[in-house]
């Protein structure tokens, strides 16, 4: 069984930087053969997909966070992070990481860390 567990999510005012990390475990080579993202779910608002990075690290983002956020993952780690700079309030939320071994829905979901933007 897979399991997901984020981190480094917190407080910061706007412009600052935050680094998120998910740490998967159960699997020894999940990142290296899992498609992995990050999501996010604002209070009041649905869950929205920030950024996908897949098995042969190419990567995607959602327009909003394109040229601010940076996903990566160390597979000898078999960690996936989230880099975030420039961070606007309208980042606010919980964020999440995903992950799936075949083409379809994200399978695996960590329990969320939360980030907070002051402005």
């Known amino acids: 069984q897979v399991q997901l567990v984020e981190s480094g999510g917190g407080s910061v005012q706007a412009g600052g930087s935050l680094r998120l990390s998910c740490v998967v475990s159960g699997d020894p080579l999940s990142t290296y053969y899992m498609t992995m993202g990050w999501f996010r779910q604002a209070p009041g608002k649905e869950r929205e997909g920030v950024a996908v990075i897949y098995s042969d690290s190419s990567t995607t983002y959602a327009d909003s966070v394109k040229g601010r956020f940076t996903i990566s993952s160390d597979n000898a780690k078999n960690t996936l992070y989230l880099q975030m700079n420039s961070l606007e309030p309208e980042d606010t939320a919980m964020y999440y990481c995903?992950?799936?071994?075949?083409?379809?829905?994200?399978?695996?979901w960590g329990q969320g860390t939360q980030v907070t933007v002051s402005s």
């Open positions: 995903a992950g799936r071994f075949t083409s379809g829905s994200f399978k695996y």
